[in-house]
């Protein structure tokens, strides 16, 4: 999916502010575009908030990369997406968990760190082998959703679960020419209930009208890039 530079920019800026404020980072839209635009620190910002918001430029810009999404889905491209969003954040950085780990508030059980290799790789297998079959956009969406409930429950992680299982959704997405799904913070609420209630649905549902709206914004940014273009050509 080749998109307009000045598109990735708004997408990196928007994706790492809303994806950071889901777990409760503070740091607001425009702080975050002075540290990804500008390379600004703003004042009385936690290190911590900090490192959360350059980590997950650093691995937008990872896995968003023609190389990589032209890669196949492998434990390779998860371990390293995670690896960098928790780099200075969390010693078991790019590995499954070795603990027990819980979601406060959840009434069951993420998978043991016994079983977790087996299941992910049951996951893995069974996203790309639904992609490999998907007809339409509507499967592939449909499949990103499921698949994204199914990984948090699992909380193969130690740290950072939400944020990767996030990102891990849009890479899918445009790995097969589908426009991103911003979750933005307001929808929070919306967002942890499809998750806890295995609503895959009105996750699917929510995800096709917030996809659309994305194809408007990227259509926007084409369109402004092609008429600078033609002023400069004239």
């Not at 895959?200 to 917030?210: I, M, N, P």
Request: proline share 3%; glycine share 2%; charged share 30%.
């Amino acid at each position: 999916m080749k998109l307009p530079n000045e598109y990735m920019e708004d997408l990196l800026v928007r994706m790492s502010h809303h994806s950071n404020a889901i777990e409760n980072n503070k740091i607001s839209l425009p702080e975050t575009v002075s540290i990804i635009l500008y390379n600004t620190v703003p004042n009385k910002v936690s290190l911590r908030e900090l490192y959360e918001i350059d980590n997950h430029r650093h691995a937008m810009q990872y896995l968003f990369s023609p190389d990589v999404l032209e890669k196949d889905f492998t434990f390779d491209v998860l371990f390293e997406t995670h690896a960098i969003l928790m780099d200075r954040l969390h010693h078991e950085r790019g590995m499954f968990k070795t603990e027990p780990n819980y979601i406060k508030g959840a009434d069951f059980d993420t998978v043991h760190p016994d079983n977790v290799f087996v299941i992910m790789k049951q996951w893995l297998d069974n996203v790309n082998y639904r992609i490999e079959i998907a007809e339409s956009d509507k499967d592939i969406i449909d499949l990103v959703c499921e698949s994204h409930i199914e990984f948090e429950r699992i909380h193969p992680f130690a740290d950072g679960n939400g944020r990767t299982g996030r990102l891990v959704m849009n890479y899918l997405l445009m790995k097969n020419d589908i426009a991103p799904l911003v979750i933005e913070k307001e929808d929070k609420e919306r967002y942890i209930f499809f998750l806890a209630n295995q609503d895959v649905k009105s996750f699917s549902d929510y995800a096709e009208k917030k996809i659309k709206k994305e194809q408007k914004r990227i259509k926007s940014f084409t369109e402004t890039k092609i008429r600078k273009k033609d002023e400069l050509e004239r």
